[in-house]
């Protein structure tokens, strides 16, 4: 009787031929290490037959969606793709990793973003008309005048000495203390008096009651020199807002710097703004009141922009304008602490200052207020609308080889081609 090799049942009943059950159960479950020539098999198939026919009734009816699967993940990756993202994660490693926005609660600051800009738009024109119209009362240092330095037996106090000069017909005095209270500087408007016949004056209208007075120093300031004076102040503005101009855009960004010089502006212009509209003294300790508030919001401004910078290489999958609005959430506590703590020292100033601070102080009540407000909105909100995104501060990694295409021009060719 003849044995069939292939089946696996007859071998294991004939040992003789196929020597023992061991070995023969052993080649039967043997699998195969390897995957066959045509590609079909699978290193866990057995060799049940039932199986195997499935099998290729399901190759056969699912033969479009195999062939679209094999189309879809032999298609090769976009290498440069990958290398920018891989170049993206890299960066966002190195400022500490990707942040993740989660739980935390963000104000929308740019929601109201429209109104506020009407809002400065309104300050800004009206600032301008009010220092057109009225103009602004420019003090002795502008105008020119006369300065004295007077000394004092005892102490005096200012309000005795401006009576005092305002009872024999010098109004509009300015006095202030020089280091002591027995030390003042007077400042008068233009007067027509000589420096001899001046001298004389002023002894007799600075004389208090068991208090003996010295005048050291008497100078006459022309008008001309108060002129020079007020371009002077004029140029230092306009110099410190390109400067902050150029500062910011070599730290951060062009649109940002934008967005901050426009903000400086605002605070500027609103701030002298109001005391033309009111009419308040406008002299040298309100201008450098103008120029402390510049670099005051300008603080404030890089502290915003700088988390700023960093939300948007960090935080994935929000938009720009929640970007910003998480910026200024995050910075939201360090204004309010550090604008509390400026608003003690400019009120202690104000009320508790004297004379000599009364109008600096309020200037600087003015243009903290100005200065919060603009660094919030205008300084932000401008860069948003010139179209601030994330590629403005990634940085792109150029491959390290270019692909180059050569073109080689056949002689032969070229001869075909004339005839």
């Known amino acids: 009787m003849a044995i069939d090799k292939n089946n696996p049942l007859e071998q294991q009943n004939n040992p003789d031929r196929n ?3 061991g070995d023969s159960n052993s080649n039967s479950t043997r699998r195969r290490n390897k995957p066959r020539r045509d590609g079909k098999g699978s290193n866990t198939k057995t060799n049940n037959p039932t199986t195997a026919k499935s099998d290729k009734s399901k190759t056969r009816r699912g033969g479009q969606s195999a062939q679209a699967l094999t189309t879809q993940t032999s298609t090769p990756v976009d290498q440069t793709q990958l290398m920018s993202d891989a170049a993206e994660d890299a960066a966002a490693q190195a400022e500490g990793g990707i ?3 989660g739980n ?3 104000i929308p600051f740019m929601k109201i973003e429209k109104p506020m800009a009407i809002l400065s738009l309104l300050m800004v024109i009206g600032s ?5 119209v009225n103009g602004l009362n420019l003090g002795l240092d502008f105008t020119g005048g006369v300065s004295a330095d007077v000394r004092y037996e005892q102490p005096a106090e200012q309000v005795e000495v401006v009576k005092a000069l305002a ?3 010098f109004d509009d005095a300015v006095v202030q203390y020089l280091g002591t209270r027995q ?3 007077v400042r008068l408007p233009p007067q027509s008096d000589n420096i001899d016949g001046l001298n004389a004056s002023l002894s007799a209208a600075l004389a208090l009651p068991n208090n003996t007075v010295e005048i050291s120093n008497v100078n006459i300031i022309g008008s001309q020199v108060g002129n020079e004076v007020y371009l002077n102040s004029v140029m230092s503005l306009v110099l410190a807002l390109i400067c902050m101009l150029g500062y910011v855009a070599l730290r951060f960004q062009f649109k940002l710097s934008l967005g901050a010089v426009l903000s400086l502006f605002h605070d500027a212009i609103v701030t002298i703004g109001v005391f033309a509209l009111f009419g308040f003294p406008f002299d040298l300790t309100v201008l450098a009141a103008i120029l402390a508030l510049i670099g005051y919001s300008l603080n404030d401004t890089i502290v915003v922009y700088d988390r700023i910078r960093e939300n948007f290489r960090r935080v994935r999958g929000i938009t720009p304008r929640q970007t910003i609005d998480l910026s200024l959430t995050e910075t939201l506590r360090r204004t309010i602490m550090t604008i509390s703590t400026v608003l003690l020292v400019v009120l202690a100033m104000l009320f508790l200052g004297g004379d000599g601070l009364y109008w600096f102080s309020v200037a600087l009540f003015i243009g903290l207020l100005a200065g919060t407000y ?3 909105y205008i300084a ?4 948003l609308r010139m179209g601030l995104s994330r590629d403005d501060f990634v940085v792109k990694v150029k491959p390290e080889f270019e692909e180059e295409i050569v073109t080689f021009n056949d002689p032969k060719m070229f001869e075909q081609d004339n005839i």
Do not use: F, H, M
């Not at 301008?128 to 057109?132: G, K, V, W, Y």
């Not at 932000?380 to 860069?383: G, V």
């Open 374 to 376: 603009s660094s919030t």
């Open 167 to 169: 009872d024999n017909g």
């Open 19 to 21: 020597g023992s059950n």
């Open 380 to 383: 932000s909100s401008i860069p």
């Open 104 to 106: 935390q609660r963000i």
């Open 128 to 132: 301008i008309i009010a220092i057109a």
């Open 99 to 101: 942040k993740a926005v």
């Open 183 to 185: 030390e003042l500087l």
